[in-house]
């Protein structure tokens, strides 16, 4: 399925595989937001002979509000307004935001519960429904740092992305979530989001203005596993796949 990024296909071998759960992983700033959102819209704006929509996208926020992802996106040449207000609706936004905004020590009425499990099971949820809704062919949950990160230990960690995965694989859609890295040096921790996707992406700035997207892993394809330099643009992400990184 091509990724919607100019030089990225060739890199995964032809295209993000169909009905997987893809990692993007990267510093903020690096393009993870602007990365998922061409991969949507190149779906959302494929037309079939007949002009009705081919590949339904839905985007699953939990870090802006849906005007702000709007206003950014369009700046890096993506007009998801007009896709989601097409004849066929081929985009809709999911504003998962209040996600965020549950407290550690949460209570439904008087009584306490986890907040982390009550943002958790909050986010399922939404994504679940959503799902039901739109039945999407491309997802892209962006991003869930804010959520895991509150599973620092790596045991309680793993069921809740593994429930998250098993929730996206439900969806046979192709899906990439996103997620901030905190350290791209040597010897970082390998955290089990990146065994439990079956494919991960990590995207660095390696010194300044330089920028390297590499994919470490794509279950069932032929990649190519060397960092390669990308630039963001006023047209959005571009990789140059055949060049080498310096
Ligand atoms: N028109 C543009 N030209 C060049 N760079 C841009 C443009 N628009 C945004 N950027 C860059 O894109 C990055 C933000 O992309 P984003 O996808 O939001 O990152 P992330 O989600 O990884 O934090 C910033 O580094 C910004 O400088
Ligand atoms: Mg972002």
Redesign the pocket.
Known sequence: MESGVLGLDSMLGGGFPRGRVILVL??????????SSQFLYAGASKKSTDGSNLEKSMFIGMNEPKARFID?MR??GMDFESLESGDDGSFAYVDASDVRRIPDQAKIGRIPVGGRELGFVNLIDTIQEAIEKYSPRRIAV??ISDLIFRYPKIEERRPVVLDLVETLQSAKATCLM?SELLSTGEGRIIQPEEYLAEGVIL?RTVQKGIRSIQVLKMRGSKIDTKPRPYV???SGIEVYATEELY
């Not at 990267?26 to 990365?35: A, C, M, Q, V």
């Open positions: 990267g510093e903020p700033g690096t393009g993870k937001t602007i990365l950014e700046a890096v962006d991003s996103t995207m963001i643009k006023d």
